[in-house]
């Protein structure tokens, strides 16, 4: 009897009535991943609670962690210096002196004294010494009307006409080298194109060119104020 009051007590006990034994024994029952899980989820909440989260700085127990700084601008590409171009051939009438450097002007147009016998005391031009030999270029665009070694006091000298500013102009390139002139009558040439080199054919007390422009009229002008105002 004793025996089987027993075993009629035992189901009868609440599932709360556990040993203390038996309750830690069931705490540290509980899969450690668990507990982990857990405490990750209470950290992560806390430090958000605490940081103040701007979205640039997270900070925890005097800890702080910065936002990746943005990533540095491209360098720009800096293009290889270009060196400067040359000036284009003057062409479509452009004007230019008939040496590429400046040269000793020994007689201006005007009123002069004559230097030799035989010789104007009114120049009709303009005597520029680039030295004997050096080339002459045509000042502008134009045919040649007159190429000859035999042209008296004018020695080996050509003449070309051009259109500038809508007049025809005629320049004439006098004292130049026998044999030494490079273009023919009839023959359409550009400014800067060699014409011929400077000599002392002629009535001429040295090498020099003798430059003479004078428009259809015929009347000569100063070839030196002309090419100021159109050539520079």
Known sequence: MVVVGSLTLAPSLPATALSASEAAATTLALPLST????????????????????GATIVRDGYSAEAA????????????????????????????????????ISDGFGPRSAPCAGCSSVHD????????????????DGVVITSTDDGGGYGAYVEIES????????????????GSRGVSVGESVTAGQLVGLVGSTGQATGPHLHLELFYADGVRFDPDAWLTQHAG
């Open 35 to 54: 507990t982990s899980e857990i405490r990750a989820e209470t950290v992560g909440v806390q430090s958000v609670a605490l940081a103040g989260y701007d």
């Open 163 to 178: 259109v500038v500013d809508g007049q025809t102009v005629t320049a004439l390139y006098a004292h130049m080298q026998l």
């Open 69 to 104: 700084p943005p990533p540095p601008a491209p360098v720009a590409e800096v293009a290889a210096p270009v060196a400067a171009a040359a000036p284009a051939a003057a062409v479509g009438g452009s004007v230019r002196w008939p040496f590429p450097q400046a040269v000793r």
């Open 125 to 140: 031009g303009l005597d520029m010494n680039a030295g004997d030999g050096a080339s002459i270029g045509s000042i502008a």
